[in-house]
């Protein structure tokens, strides 16, 4: 059995996989950690009765004393890499689902993992679909050059944009190249960031936040005549769960952690 305690069990994110990680035949919930509700029993949050796990608030504690395998992490991006920092020195694997990392905090929890031989997992996104989607984009560039990103998610996402967003333009820009440029260099925006953000060489990346969204991309691309889109639309949070039992399971093997459940998914 993979004992798992997830982190940020209290939000959405987290109480979704709590469930999911309950009723998983392979695996055993030690733990759950979050600011708010301490003192709670998870199964309360799941609609499962009295479990006998309750929220806490200390991660080192609740890692030290129930030697967990993974860990789970759906907090927020101002937590987020002191946590994985705490994993790791903790011997435990993330498994981290929360975004608004910079790509030098993602570096350096590499490094350390690699240091300590520990596996984990790094994933803008769990969505099967999604990951197909960023494979999908990254072939069509190579015909179509000229591509923007717009991603929507509910109106409580504190990041913009969203680490789909930026793994998609990081997978369109490896694929493209870097001595494309796209745009006028002599584009004049009225309104400041009506024209998104320049990720990198003129892709621009949209975000919207509303409220009766969960999460949603799409990737268009422009050509001669012609344009295509690419989407992808996550209705419910269950959409996420496959991929993070499968990013705890391929935990247990690896050597170090990964950035992208991709790199699990179509290169393994």
């Given at each position: 059995?993979?004992?798992?305690?997830?982190?940020?069990?209290?939000?959405?994110?987290?109480?979704?996989?709590?469930?999911?990680?309950?009723?998983a035949?392979?695996?055993?919930?030690?733990?759950?950690?979050?600011?708010?509700?301490?003192?709670t029993?998870?199964?309360?949050l799941?609609?499962?009765g009295?479990v006998?796990?309750?929220?806490?608030?200390?991660?080192e504690?609740?890692?030290?004393?129930?030697?967990?395998?993974?860990?789970?992490?759906?907090?927020?991006?101002?937590a987020?890499?002191?946590?994985?920092?705490?994993?790791?020195?903790?011997?435990?694997?993330?498994?981290?689902?929360?975004?608004?990392?910079?790509?030098?905090?993602?570096?350096?929890?590499?490094?350390?993992?690699?240091?300590?031989?520990?596996?984990?997992?790094?994933?803008?996104?769990?969505?099967?679909?999604?990951?197909?989607?960023?494979?999908?984009?990254?072939?069509?560039?190579?015909?179509?050059?000229?591509?923007e990103?717009?991603?929507m998610?509910?109106?409580?996402?504190?990041?913009?944009?969203?680490?789909?967003?930026?793994?998609t333009?990081?997978?369109?820009?490896e694929?493209?190249?870097?001595?494309?440029h796209?745009g006028?260099?002599a584009?004049?925006?009225?309104?400041?960031?009506?024209?998104?953000?320049?990720?990198?060489?003129?892709?621009?990346?949209?975000?919207?936040?509303?409220?009766?969204?969960?999460?949603?991309?799409?990737?268009?691309?422009?050509?001669?005549?012609?344009?295509?889109?690419?989407?992808?639309?996550?209705?419910?949070?269950?959409?996420?769960m496959?991929?993070?039992?499968?990013?705890?399971?391929?935990?247990?093997?690896?050597?170090?952690?990964?950035?992208?459940?991709?790199?699990?998914?179509?290169?393994?």
């Amino acid at each position: 059995m993979i004992r798992v305690v997830v982190t940020g069990a209290h939000g959405k994110m987290g109480r979704e996989t709590v469930k999911t990680v309950w009723n998983a035949d392979d695996m055993e919930l030690v733990g759950a950690v979050d600011g708010y509700g301490e003192g709670t029993d998870v199964g309360l949050l799941i609609e499962a009765g009295q479990v006998g796990i309750k929220l806490e608030k200390d991660i080192e504690e609740v890692l030290r004393r129930v030697r967990p395998d993974v860990a789970v992490d759906f907090t927020g991006p101002e937590a987020v890499y002191n946590n994985a920092l705490t994993y790791l020195r903790n011997r435990v694997r993330p498994v981290i689902g929360t975004t608004g990392m910079s790509q030098q905090q993602i570096k350096e929890i590499v490094d350390q993992s690699e240091r300590a031989c520990l596996g984990g997992l790094i994933a803008p996104n769990f969505a099967i679909g999604a990951l197909l989607m960023i494979k999908f984009a990254a072939e069509a560039v190579r015909h179509l050059p000229h591509v923007e990103i717009i991603e929507m998610h509910h109106d409580q996402k504190i990041d913009a944009p969203s680490g789909t967003a930026i793994k998609t333009a990081e997978a369109i820009l490896e694929r493209r190249g870097s001595e494309f440029h796209q745009g006028l260099a002599a584009e004049l925006e009225k309104i400041r960031g009506a024209r998104g953000g320049d990720f990198a060489n003129g892709i621009r990346i949209h975000s919207v936040r509303l409220p009766g969204l969960v999460a949603h991309q799409e990737v268009l691309f422009g050509g001669l005549g012609q344009t295509l889109t690419i989407r992808h639309d996550s209705i419910t949070r269950e959409s996420f769960m496959p991929g993070v039992l499968l990013g705890i399971r391929k935990a247990m093997h690896l050597e170090r952690v990964v950035y992208g459940l991709d790199k699990l998914l179509f290169e393994s």
